[in-house]
């Protein structure tokens, strides 16, 4: 079991290394009404194409690379575009445009089966730059932004495209067998006679190829024919490559980048992509280190888009026709489990109940080794046709999934040998009462770990899951609202909002009042206000839990922040179960809003869940770049329903998860049960720091007020 990061509960924050480079990372400028991106993120990672680049610095790849430091820009002229390949048909629901300075006043979206005969669907005249999500209705495999119209005498630069929609079927699944293994590779350089090309596509994590330090350099594998190339996989050794590409070429001399990033990470780096070709390369260049390059492993995988694979089928990416969960709230066992401080009831039943805050984990005693298993008894023989896998990162690169007339003779129903991790979806075939996951080889030095294990099929004995909760209706109407509108003087309307006194987390310096310090001020405001005292800081908390829980809708609030060194203003969620017990982060958090006084000219909104929280937590900033948030009232606000979230400040939508998206690169989306309101004005803490010389109090954290529409 890979051990969790350090409790830090509550925590609305990212860590302060990250601060300056996300900030640098988004600059977004504009007043645009959010539309909400209904469907799953198509674009990120595939193919781009353009008319033409700026320089080798902001090729086309840089603008479906889901990283919001890096762009797209074109030459001087017009027109242009850029063209993404999803790699089969798909039905488009909208178009999201993240716009450098220089952006397109007149542009259209346009789709395309073939790549040649295009087809508006949807044009404009009238651009206004900034972040730009906009509804289409149209299909196709090939979808570009085709402008006519630059807004500035520079050519039209993207930091993102996001086209979102229904994906259509893709032919063959990507397979999970690394095609690389023991093909011929070659690179640039190596460091010396015992780092060779070749050992980083023998299997083996104990030898590796290294590079001499000079950039650029390049790793080089034949798979023997032209293939479909969906993804790769690079297992670094220390030094690693901040800067890199994925290449493919039918003839190992004309190249094209299949994906691109500048902020490489380095330790396991999975990448989905799309190409074509016989050879494929890592070309490197900005190292992290002033040695070379050097990679354990380069791992290939072929085939069409998707996650499953391997010798027993593709993914099928959704719940086959007429299939069932069967697995839910099932008897298991387990060759062990964990039960402690790191991993507290981490038992085999919670890799079934349903709740992806819950997993199972090898014991940390005697359970990391190999092999290790998880079994479920569906109560009778079902015919089992998928099976979901949602992992921690102790997870399997090779294991079987296994079913049992009598749970004691197996037979394999789906192997493979390089599992990714995160959420694998199997199409399987297979009969039994019983089904385990059996694994052999582990990722890490931990055990195996699994936050669900969902198997569906027909037969059995299901026991129905809880009912989903139901999307927000259309239109959308008010089921909660405070205008603030009482006398001044007076606390905030006790059938709606709870004082929440006491000490705050983090490391804040305040004392929460109750109510001393959240008083309205009979101007239609409410005012949550921080003060030094001659005994320390005091503000305000209060929060719905006792009055209003909600499941998805519209969520927003207008307000106006405090804005010295040391205060930390913020507006968010938090799951209601945290009040009948469930710990943070297991009960769900999400920051809809958080400022920091040494940062004027940013908000952040973040999510938080047991695999992604506190400074690992996934979020974005939104920047004004030279403004300062506290000179002015802003419209903060949520969209979110059963399949994204969409955070916009002034109607402008700057950062969008999807659910598909997040468990296939974070971990599991926790969001689909109530949660409440959360108003507070933090003094002090890990992330903004104490106040200082500088410091002025009190400070005043104005709300004009707050509305859910569901």
């Not at 999970?176 to 023998?202: Q, R």
């Not at 969520?555 to 009948?580: C, D, H, Y």
Request: some cysteine; glycine content about 12%.
């Amino acid at each position: 079991m890979l051990a969790p990061p350090t409790p830090r509960r509550f925590s609305r924050s990212l860590v302060l290394a990250c601060v300056a480079a996300l900030i640098a990372a988004c600059a977004l400028v504009a007043t645009q009404t959010p539309a909400r991106a209904a469907g799953a993120l198509l674009s990120q990672g595939k193919t781009a194409t353009a008319s033409s680049t700026e320089n080798a610095g902001t090729p086309a790849s840089a603008a479906v690379d889901g990283d919001n430091g890096t762009r797209w820009s074109s030459a001087a002229a017009d027109p242009q575009w850029l063209e993404v390949d999803l790699g089969a048909s798909a039905t488009l629901d909208s178009v999201t445009l993240r716009w450098e300075t220089a952006y397109a006043t007149a542009y259209q979206i346009q789709t395309s089966a073939d790549g040649s005969t295009w087809t508006s669907a949807y044009s404009t005249t009238t651009g206004k730059g900034g972040s730009e999500t906009v509804s289409v209705n149209g299909s196709g495999r090939y979808v570009r932004l085709y402008t006519t119209q630059r807004a500035t005498q520079y050519g039209v630069s993207l930091w993102e495209f996001q086209v979102y929609g229904t994906a259509g079927a893709t032919g063959t699944a990507c397979s999970t067998t690394n095609a690389a293994l023991h093909k011929t590779a070659t690179a640039s350089s190596t460091e010396n006679a015992g780092t060779p090309a070749s050992a980083a596509v023998d299997g083996d994590n104990g030898t590796r190829w290294s590079s001499a330090a000079a950039d650029p350099q390049w790793l080089e594998v034949d798979l023997g024919s032209s293939q479909p190339v969906c993804g790769v996989q690079l297992s670094w050794e220390t030094a690693y490559a901040t800067a890199y590409q994925i290449q493919v070429s039918t003839d190992g001399t004309t190249w094209t980048s299949a994906y691109s990033t500048t902020t490489g990470k380095g330790g396991t780096e999975l990448i989905t992509l799309s190409g074509t070709g016989r050879y494929v390369r890592m070309y490197g260049t900005a190292r992290a280190t002033q040695y070379g390059y050097s990679l354990w492993e380069f791992q290939v995988f072929t085939g069409g888009s998707g996650d499953g694979g391997g010798t027993g089928g593709g993914d099928g990416g959704t719940t086959p026709p007429g299939s069932t969960l069967l697995s839910y709230g099932k008897p298991a066992t387990a060759s062990s489990y964990q039960d402690d401080a790191n991993c507290g009831g981490c038992t085999p039943a919670k890799a079934f109940d349903h709740d992806s805050a819950t997993r199972w984990a090898t014991s940390d005693v005697n359970g990391w080794v190999d092999p290790g298993w998880l079994q479920v008894d569906l109560g009778a023989t079902a015919h089992i046709t998928q099976v979901v896998l949602q992992w921690d990162p102790a997870y399997a690169t090779a294991y079987q999934i296994q079913t049992s007339a009598n749970g004691t003779d197996w037979t394999s129903i789906y192997s493979t040998t390089t599992g990714k991790g995160f959420k694998e979806t199997l199409s399987v075939d297979g009969t039994g009462r019983y089904v385990r996951m059996y694994g052999t080889a582990r990722s890490n030095g931990y055990g195996y770990s699994l936050w669900d294990f969902d198997v569906y099929g027909t037969g059995g004995d299901p026991t129905p899951p809880p009912a989903a909760p139901p999307n927000p209706g259309s239109p959308e109407k008010v089921v909660f609202d405070d205008e603030f509108n009482g006398a001044a003087g007076t606390e905030p309307d006790a059938t709606k909002w709870s004082q929440d006194p006491g000490t705050g987390q983090n490391g804040e310096l305040e004392t929460y009042t109750n109510g001393d310090n959240t008083k309205m001020d009979g101007n239609g405001d409410l005012v949550i206000e921080a003060d030094k005292t001659s005994t320390g800081y005091t503000s305000g908390r209060i929060n719905t839990s006792d009055h209003f829980n909600f499941t998805y809708g519209h969520v927003e609030a207008r307000i106006k922040v405090s804005g010295t060194q040391g205060l930390w203003p913020a507006f968010w969620l938090l799951g209601s179960n945290f009040k009948t017990g469930t710990p943070w982060p297991q009960c769900g958090e999400i920051d809809i809003m958080e400022h920091v006084g040494k940062v004027p000219d940013s908000v952040y909104s973040t999510l938080h869940a047991p695999a992604y929280n506190g400074g690992n937590g996934d979020g974005s900033p939104y920047t004004v770049a030279g403004s300062d948030f506290a000179s002015a009232f802003h419209t903060y606000a949520l969209d979110w329903d059963s399949s994204h979230m969409t955070f916009s400040v002034d109607g402008t939508a700057f950062f969008t998860v999807d659910k598909a998206n997040l468990e296939q690169t974070r971990g599991p989306w926790i969001y689909d049960h109530p949660f409440y309101l959360i108003l507070n004005n933090a003094v002090g803490g890990d992330w903004p720091g104490a106040p200082d010389a500088t410091s002025v109090f009190p400070q005043k954290m104005l709300v004009d007020y707050v509305r859910v529409s569901q």
